[in-house]
C-alpha cells in the first residue's frame, strides 16, 4: 500500500507531499488542481510501461506541464505586500514525480536535452531514478538507481554494478532493466507499478461501447472503454460476490435485477425493472444508470488491483445514487487501496458515512495547488535523489 506520493513543477503542482492511507479521497473546486493530481499519478503509472516520457510529450512537452509560476515564492508575496515577480532560475528544468510504500520506494526526474543535440528539444529526458528499500530515499537505502545513461543496481553485499551504461534518455530503468538475477527488486517494483488501474469518465453516450452486444469471454477486468460490461457482470456473479452485485443493483434501483442474455455467444445485458414488461438492453438505459452498472462492475471485479483511482465517478450520477456509489468504493476499499478524485460534496458525505476515509481538500494559492491545512510540519518525510 503506498502511504506517500509526490510531484514538484507539474502544472500547479509546485511541491506536493501527499499522505496515503486505505481509502483517500481527494476533493476540492473546480480549478484546485485535482485533475494535475490525478494526471501526475497516470504518469507515475506510465514509468512502468515506459510511457512517461511520450505522455509529457503528448502535452506540449515540459515548457507546457512545468509549473508556470516563480522558482520562489517568498513570505512578502504569500501575505500580498508584494506583487508577483519572474526571478532568474538558477537550477536545471526539472519535474519530479515519486512515491512510497513500506517496503519499497521510487522516483523520477525528468528535464530538458542539452541544446544542439536533437532535433526533439521539447521532449524531456530522463535524468534521474532510484529505488530505495522503506518509505523514504536516503543513501544508505538505494538498491538501484539511474543517473543519465548509467544504470546501476546494489547486491546484498552492498557492492554496486552497472547494469548498463547506454540507457536512452526516453527509457525508464523499470521497463529496459529485467534481470531476475540481478535486479529482482526492480521487477518486483514494475510489475506492482503496472497492476495499478484506472478509471477516467467511462462513456455512456450513445455510441458507448457498452451499449452494443458484443462477443462475450471471461472478464475480469471491465474494460477503460466499457465495452465488456456484460461479460464483467456475468464474470462477478460465476466467480466473483454475486450477492454484492445483486445488493449494489437493489440498492441502487430497489426491486430492479440484471442479467446477461447470451445468443449464439454475443452478450447483452437485460435490465428488468418493477412494472415494466420487458427488460431494458444496454442501449435503452439512461446514461446515469449504465454508468452506475459500468462503476459496479469496475469495482466488484474478482481481480482486485492493489491500487485503484478513481476520477470524477460521480459524473452523471443522480444524488439518490451516490449512497449506493459510495458503499460500492468502501467493498472496494477492503481488497485494493483506492484514491478518489471528485469534486462533489454529496459524495464526499456519502463516503463518509460508509467507511474510514481520508478526505484531503486541495486549493489554490497564488497558482500553487495546497492541501488545505497541511503545514510543513504535517507533511509526509519526503527526499528527492539528487542529480
Known sequence: MLSTVAVENYRSLRQLVLPLRRLNVITGPNGSGKSNLYRSLRLLADSARNGAVAALAREGGLSSTMWAGPAVVGKAVRQGRQPVQGTVRTQSVSLKLGFAAADFGYAMDLGLPVAGRTAFGLDPEIKVEAVWVGPVWRKATVIADRGGPIARVCDGDGNWHIMTDALRPFDSMLSELADPIRAPELIQLRERIRGWRFYDHLRTDTDAPARQSRIGTRTTVLGHDGADLAAALQTIREIGDAAALDEAIDSAFPGTRVDVENTNGRFELALHQP?????????????????????????????????????????????????????????????????????????????????????????????????????????????????
Open 275 to 387: 412494472g415494466m414488461l420487458r427488460p431494458l438492453a444496454a442501449a435503452e438505459l439512461s446514461d446515469g444508470t449504465l454508468r452506475y452498472l459500468l462503476w459496479t462492475a469496475a469495482l466488484l471485479t474478482p481481480r482486485p488491483p492493489q491500487l485503484l483511482v478513481l476520477n470524477e465517478p460521480e459524473t452523471s450520477l443522480h444524488p439518490d445514487l451516490l449512497p449506493a456509489l459510495a458503499a460500492l468504493i468502501a467493498t472496494a476499499a477492503e481488497n485494493s487501496q483506492l484514491i478518489v478524485v471528485t469534486h462533489s460534496e454529496a459524495l464526499v458525505a456519502a463516503l463518509q458515512e460508509a467507511a474510514d476515509v481520508h478526505t484531503m481538500r486541495l486549493t489554490k494559492e497564488l497558482g500553487e495547488t495546497r492541501i488545505e491545512g497541511q503545514g510543513v510540519l504535517d507533511q509526509p518525510p519526503w527526499h528527492w535523489p539528487p542529480r
